[in-house]
């Protein structure tokens, strides 16, 4: 039994928490283009995880990884602050972000505490200030959308947000509450949060889709000729410029660059993601199903040699675990299982047993 990778994986949104769509609120009312979103992005986010553990095993693939994760877990922020615009803070509103992101997390920090002591003979000790696997996400989600209100009140606030994301990496920073990702993919959350309807729509037009393809290209070529000397960490958003060995002058052109080659790729991402109500396009409403539950199967297999197994068949072997984790997406996503799953999922469906408490008659009143 192997100790786990230590390759970073910032997965994210990933997925905007939206465990369980109020059966009040009609399809129609949902917009299919953000649906697809959520759920195109969550198959990449567990096809990446997949791709991990082999990427100082294959250039191709390592060269994946890293287009890939220049892109989508700064997408999947970008959708939970634009998901967020309407949170001010309320009293309602935060009890029900308690209730849908604190909650989970707290339940799933227990879980996965557990798998690492079974899989990988770790203390079992519960540290909830310091996330486990992916569940840095939910918090960071938290702390991000307690801020809205504060960034809607903001000059500038994405430049802002900015400046504090690369003030962050040059700081040592503790890793609680996710607090290194919380500030360095901090820009994203806020664009979100200035985002309308019709930004997504001009990124529909013919020149920007022309665009897009062009910075997808040669985002893989220089992903290619980076890949074997390009340090994975540098886009986990964890570390600081120490951590990597760069001096503050080098970070900060690493990171400047970062943020266009991210902002050019989650365009194009958002380009091309159909608008139209497809066969997936209900599973996008339970992103956080596949999300919570695909790190338990991932680290599993993992701690099984499943992954050093299909790394000995070469790029047939990465393209069978591709198309075995967008297939696992898939699974966590159906109804059968988000049904038996939602009571640690979405801890509001569990019904506790009503108990009635009988009045005690007039005879013994008196």
């Known amino acids: 039994m192997t100790a786990p990778v230590t390759v970073p994986q910032p997965a994210a949104e990933t997925p905007v928490p939206s465990t369980r769509p109020r059966r009040s609120r009609s399809r129609a009312s949902r917009d299919p283009f953000l649906d697809n979103a959520k759920f195109v992005l969550v198959v990449l986010v567990v096809v990446g995880h997949n791709w991990g553990p082999l990427i100082d095993e294959m250039r191709a693939v390592k060269a994946a990884w890293l287009v890939l994760y220049s892109f989508h877990v700064p997408a999947f922020v970008l959708l939970c602050g634009y998901f967020s615009r309407g949170f001010t803070g309320r009293p309602d509103q935060v009890r029900k972000l308690a209730l849908t992101v604190l909650l989970p997390y707290l339940v799933f920090e227990t879980i996965y505490t557990g798998l690492y002591t079974l899989l990988f003979d770790r203390p079992f000790a519960i540290t909830p200030s310091q996330p486990t696997s992916v569940c840095w996400f939910l918090i960071a989600l938290f702390v991000w959308r307690l801020t809205a209100p504060v960034w809607q009140a903001v000059r500038q606030p994405v430049a802002v947000a900015a400046a504090i994301s690369l003030a962050?990496?040059?700081?040592?920073?503790?890793?609680?509450?996710?607090?290194?990702?919380?500030?360095?993919?901090?820009?994203?959350?806020?664009?979100?949060?200035?985002?309308?309807?019709?930004?997504?729509?001009?990124?529909?037009?013919?020149?920007?889709?022309?665009?897009?393809?062009?910075?997808?290209?040669?985002?893989?070529?220089?992903?290619?000729?980076?890949?074997?000397?390009?340090?994975?960490?540098?886009?986990?958003?964890?570390?600081?410029?120490?951590?990597?060995?760069?001096?503050?002058?080098?970070?900060?052109?690493?990171?400047?660059?970062?943020?266009?080659?991210?902002?050019?790729?989650?365009?194009?991402?958002?380009?091309?993601?159909?608008?139209?109500?497809?066969?997936?396009?209900?599973?996008?409403?339970?992103?956080?199903?596949?999300?919570?539950?695909?790190?338990?199967?991932?680290?599993?297999?993992?701690?099984?040699?499943?992954?050093?197994?299909?790394?000995?068949?070469?790029?047939?072997?990465?393209?069978?675990?591709?198309?075995?984790?967008?297939?696992?997406?898939?699974?966590?996503?159906?109804?059968?299982?988000?049904?038996?799953?939602?009571?640690?999922?979405?801890?509001?469906?569990?019904?506790?047993?009503?108990?009635?408490?009988?009045r005690p008659s007039r005879e013994l009143r008196t």
Do not use: K
């Open 168 to 358: 962050a990496g040059t700081t040592a920073v503790g890793y609680e509450l996710a607090l290194p990702r919380v500030l360095q993919l901090l820009p994203w959350f806020v664009l979100g949060l200035q985002l309308r309807s019709e930004h997504f729509g001009f990124l529909r037009r013919p020149l920007v889709r022309c665009c897009s393809l062009v910075a997808v290209l040669a985002a893989s070529a220089g992903a290619w000729w980076l890949a074997p000397r390009a340090d994975p960490r540098l886009l986990s958003m964890s570390y600081d410029n120490d951590d990597l060995r760069l001096s503050v002058a080098q970070y900060l052109v690493v990171r400047l660059v970062l943020f266009v080659v991210a902002a050019a790729l989650v365009a194009s991402f958002f380009a091309w993601v159909p608008r139209h109500r497809a066969a997936y396009t209900r599973l996008g409403a339970a992103t956080v199903y596949p999300y919570l539950l695909h790190g338990l199967v991932v680290q599993a297999a993992q701690a099984y040699g499943v992954h050093d197994l299909l790394g000995w068949g070469g790029l047939v072997g990465v393209a069978l675990l591709s198309l075995a984790a967008a297939a696992l997406a898939v699974g966590l996503s159906v109804t059968p299982v988000r049904r038996a799953t939602c009571w640690l999922v979405d801890p509001r469906t569990v019904r506790l047993p009503r108990v009635q408490i009988s």
